[in-house]
């Protein structure tokens, strides 16, 4: 069994009048379902417990309507009514041994109550800070309203309660929480009671947990989530100003919970961001309290989170992203298999489903908020169909998660790779600045399949259609990719636009290959999300003068959703890399670009020796349109079907090649749809009229 040295990990921890049964400690994290989709939400955290987790936590949850964030879906306790949904998600997380908490928020500041259309009630009179600059302000909360707030907390508590939860975090980090708004002097500018001192700064937090103690504190245990450092200068509430609150109030709740005080900081990216990245902040926090502390850190190393609780730094190894990329994470160590582990590469792609309120997605593992909506479980697939052999064209991620599933099936899966390594484009953009952590997609990938005996590799195969119809396999799953276009081809320009030959002209491909440009470099951004600005800092490193050209109000602006943009922006910008931001390219000559307002139109000139264009991708489908072509050969040649996936379908993350992969292996000899729906989903159940 279990390696003794990770023995610490798995001895309990009492948090108040509870315990938990070990050191793993789902923190709460969001996952674009929330109030709409409960039933999804509820079986993903359930499949966390079956995979070993000690102690598994909702994601915010309102307490009152006069504070919601939508668009963000979160869950809802306004009103009794709500009970029921959290109820399923409390039973789904018991259902293995763990503590179940809920995190309870009131958003003050941050919720513009675009829902409820109240006005919002926040610690000082203040614009609402969210990611939309939205155009309503706060009021102040009057003393009278604070009395009200507590009850709130009290009335919501009770239903928690109710609900079957044996925790409860209340919520003060990432700039979100009401308790980080009254703690801070940037959010906190009362002159009564409740401002000035610290002292006066934390006698809400102090009342709330007095309040929850006599209402629920006999059988719930009470976390609280604070900032580890606003990181906003002067006024923000700073670690040091953290250390003092809990030196003040060591005892005050059984938990202490900490996080960073923006979530683009607690959150960030492995390309901004190492595993224990918080550790320097955290460190010490300890010894000024006789509560359990736990902390964060994207840790997926077994070893650095003994060295967490040895080092007296943490109690428990608080994780959210990677409890979603391996569920099974606790048990995996438990088993003394901590090499099947499948780790967070730190993407964020989890957290654009939040921020783009669809459904939340996550690379390494495609199953995540598919548990109930497919029944698609992180561990197990499904029995084998009647068909017996699988080739698999193209060893990317999506060709590697098909065969790893396909193999896991029962099938026996060739896989035919036109290069010599295993990983596709994650084994050339693994290489590039920041992205190493990437790699790990091909890693995890690689391993699995070399355990399998059911599986064949064929390195430097390029495959063809009359090859493949000689083979004959019963079924071609053609996962072969994409290639970056080099005729500019994207959002600015649906078809080509002049670009004179004279010019050297590079795409990400080329890069990625190892040509470089040489002298000033323009780079024309138009995907938007992170390959131009990664570019532009490989090529900065190297020593070119680098000009981005995007025609976006922001640099690399998806990655708003990955949270990053910032970081992004400050670290080109930080480097010296001249960022030309809502400006197009609408010619390419010799020793020149021309750009465009986006808004004008208004061109002017750019100089520059070389142009990167970073547009849009081809699929790299010529292989399946072959066999298409050939379709009348296949029943001859023993094939059964021949599907397209992947970037080779169509373009896009590697979070949707993953996904597609998986879903080939999950869906092979399956039952044929038709046009029905291919997932569960709940429906608001309408009100008699
Ligand atoms: P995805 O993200 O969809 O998995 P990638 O571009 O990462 O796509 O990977 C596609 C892989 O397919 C690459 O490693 C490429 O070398 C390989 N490939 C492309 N065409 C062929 C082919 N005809 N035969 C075998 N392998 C191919
Ligand atoms: Fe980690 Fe990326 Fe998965 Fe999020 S989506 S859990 S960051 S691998």
Same mark, same amino acid.
């Given at each position: ?171 003060? =980090? ?427 139109? =208004? ?44 970037? =080779? ?7 949707? =090649? ?32």
């Amino acid at each position: 069994m279990r390696d003794p040295r990770y023995d610490i990990l798995f001895t309990p921890l009492a948090i108040g009048p509870v315990t938990a049964k070990n050191r793993f400690y789902q923190v709460p994290h969001c996952n674009g379902g929330g109030y709409r989709d409960p039933s999804a939400a509820a079986a993903m955290r359930g499949v966390k417990a079956e995979g070993g987790w000690g102690v598994i936590f909702t994601e915010q949850c309102e307490i009152h309507h006069t504070s919601e964030i939508t668009p963000f879906i979160e869950l809802r306790l306004w009103e009794d009514q709500d009970i029921p949904a959290i109820a399923r998600m409390a039973e789904k997380m018991k259902s293995h041994g763990a503590l179940a908490g809920i995190q309870l928020a009131y958003s003050g500041v941050n919720g513009p109550n675009f829902y409820t259309r109240e006005v919002p009630l926040a610690v000082s009179a203040l614009p609402i800070r969210t990611f939309t600059n939205d155009p309503v302000q706060a009021r102040a909360l009057t003393k009278s309203d604070i009395r009200d707030l507590r009850r709130w907390f009290v009335n919501a508590a009770r239903r928690s309660k109710a609900a079957g939860f044996d925790l409860i975090c209340l919520y003060g =980090a990432h700039g979100f929480g009401i308790f980080q708004h009254f703690l801070s002097r940037a959010t906190n500018q009362r002159s009564d009671e409740y401002g000035g001192s610290l002292e006066n700064r934390s006698r809400f937090a102090r009342e709330v947990v007095a309040d929850l103690r006599d209402a629920v504190g006999d059988t719930m245990g009470l976390t609280m989530r604070v900032s580890l450092d606003e990181t906003i200068g002067e006024l923000g509430f700073s670690n040091a100003e953290l250390r003092d609150f809990i030196e003040m109030n060591g005892d005050l709740p059984d938990m202490w919970d900490l996080a960073h005080g923006t979530w683009e900081d607690c959150s960030g990216p492995s390309r901004f961001k190492e595993e224990a990245a918080q550790e320097v902040l955290v460190r010490g926090i300890r010894a000024l309290t006789s509560r359990p502390v736990v902390g964060v850190g994207r840790f997926t190393s077994p070893d650095v989170m003994v060295r967490m609780l040895k080092s007296g730094t943490l109690d428990a190894i608080g994780c959210a992203r990677p409890s979603i990329a391996d569920p099974f994470l606790p048990k995996k160590i438990e088993e003394a298999r901590p090499e099947d582990i499948r780790e967070c590469i730190g993407c964020n792609i989890c957290i654009t489903g939040d921020m783009t309120h669809g459904i939340s997605r996550c690379t390494q593992n495609p199953t995540f908020m598919e548990e109930w909506r497919k029944g698609w479980h992180p561990e197990q697939m499904n029995a084998k169909g009647q068909s017996e052999r699988v080739l698999v064209v193209g060893a990317g991620p999506a060709g590697l998660e098909a065969t790893r599933a396909l193999a896991e099936r029962g099938y026996d899966v060739a896989l035919a790779e036109a290069g010599n390594a295993l990983g596709g484009r994650v084994a050339r953009e693994r290489m590039l600045p920041g992205l190493s952590a990437w790699g790990r997609v091909a890693d995890y990938r690689a391993y699995q399949i070399g355990q399998k005996p059911n599986v064949e590799v064929y390195f430097d195969s390029r495959l063809d259609a009359a090859g493949i119809v000689d083979f004959g396999f019963q079924h071609v799953c053609i996962a072969t990719g994409a290639h970056w276009r080099r005729d500019g081809v994207s959002r600015q320009h649906v078809v080509p636009f002049p670009i004179d030959p004279a010019m050297p002209l590079f795409t990400p491909d080329d890069l990625m290959a190892g040509l470089r440009p040489s002298g000033r470099v323009v780079i024309y951004d138009d995907d938007h999300y992170y390959m131009g600005g990664v570019l532009a800092e490989l090529l900065r490193r190297e020593g070119h003068e680098v000009t981005i050209v995007t025609p976006s109000a922001y640099l690399s602006d998806w990655t708003v959703n990955t949270l990053e943009q910032h970081a992004i922006h400050r670290r080109l910008a930080g480097m010296g890399v001249e960022i030309v931001l809502n400006r197009g390219v609408t010619a390419i000559g010799r020793g020149e670009v021309t750009t465009n307002c986006t808004y004008t139109g =208004a061109p002017s000139p750019i100089g520059c020796d070389a142009v990167v264009m970073v547009a849009s991708r081809s699929p790299e489908d010529a292989l399946y349109r072959d066999l298409l072509a050939r379709e009348a050969e296949w029943a001859d040649a023993g094939i059964l079907s021949v599907k397209l996936i992947g970037d =080779a379908e169509a373009p896009g993350p590697i979070a949707w =090649a993953t996904y597609a992969g998986h879903r080939y292996a999950r869906e092979l000899d399956g039952a044929e749809l038709g046009d029905a729906l291919p997932f569960r989903r709940e429906v608001t159940e309408l009100a008699p009229e």
